[in-house]
Nanobody, 127 residues
């Protein structure tokens, strides 16, 4: 059973940057599709970004429209870690950010298709 631990959240001013990390243990990291989701207060959890489990001419990635051009997802297979670099942060990016692993299957924006979840890390963007 894979375990995921997120880190890197915090308080930042609008326009600033943060890098979230998610380290996996207890599984075969290289075989998982990885994703980031977020949940703002009073809202449903939503897709942020996903990265493929196989590399073909580089990693395949997918982003929600709301973060495209500002966020970058990347994975380090040697460190069993997936990152979310967040630039040009806005107050509406404030949420708990969750890392997720999909044990089999391609990239997905659907929360129910992910099998393992981290505990979440809080990101707060002040205006």
């Amino acid at each position: 059973q894979v375990q995921l631990v997120e880190s890197g959240g915090g308080l930042v001013q609008a326009g600033g940057s943060l890098r979230l990390s998610c380290t996996a243990s207890g599984g075969t990291f290289g075989s998982y599709t990885m994703g980031w989701f977020r949940q703002a207060p009073g809202k449903e959890r939503e897709f942020v970004a996903s990265i493929s489990r196989r590399r073909y001419r580089g990693d395949n990635v997918d982003y929600a429209d709301s973060v495209k051009g500002r966020f970058t997802i990347a994975r380090d297979r040697a460190e069993n870690t997936v990152y979310l670099q967040m630039n040009s942060l806005k107050p509406e990016d404030t949420a708990i950010y969750y890392c997720a692993a999909r044990w089999s299957g391609p990239m997905s924006e659907v929360m129910s298709e992910y099998d393992s979840w981290g505990q979440g890390t809080q990101v707060t963007v002040s205006s």
